[in-house]
């Protein structure tokens, strides 16, 4: 708390770690420069803040069992992993 993104986001390319934020506007402005100034950025998850928590799990736990940390080096997603709609079973 209270860490300004760009250390947060340099912190993260230090650590190897992919960030996981509510913040839609700064954080990935700021993500955007790192990859345009050709500085590490080991990747950004956006979350939109009136997502489903059970909808946030899901796609984290996705992304965990099917992606390696090295993938995330320069991207932003943004969640719900499928924007359009949920898949059902029938």
Sequence with gaps: MGADDAELLEWAAREGRVLVTHDASTMTRHAYARVAAGE??????????????ATVIEDLVLIAQCTETDEWQGQVIFLPLQSWGRLSSP
């Design 40 to 53: 590490p950025m080991a990747g950004v998850i956006v979350a939109a803040q009136d997502l489903p928590i």
